[in-house]
C-alpha cells in the first residue's frame, strides 16, 4: 500500500478494504454521511485500522490523530 496522506484518500482505501461494511453502509444510504452516522462497529474498525496503519508507517501519525470517518 502506498503512503496515504489525506483524509479523503484514507476514507476511500477504508471502504476498500472493508466492502462488506461499505455495501451495508451503501444499502442504507450513509456510506458519504460522517461517522456518527455509522454504527459502532464500523467505527471501531475504523480505528483499529487506522492504528494498525499509523503503526505500518502507512500513514503519519499526525494524520491518524486527526482522521474522522
Given at each position: 500500500m502506498e503512503r496515504i496522506t489525506n483524509q479523503?484518500?484514507?476514507r476511500r482505501a477504508f471502504w476498500t478494504a472493508h466492502p462488506y461494511y461499505a455495501e451495508q453502509a451503501r444499502e442504507a444510504g450513509i456510506l458519504s454521511k460522517r461517522q456518527n452516522h455509522h454504527?459502532?462497529?464500523v467505527r471501531c474498525t475504523f480505528v483499529d485500522w487506522i492504528d494498525a496503519l499509523a503503526r505500518e508507517g502507512a500513514i503519519s501519525q499526525a494524520l491518524?490523530?486527526?482522521?474522522?470517518?
Open positions: 479523503r484518500d484514507l454504527c459502532a462497529t491518524a490523530d486527526r482522521a474522522t470517518l
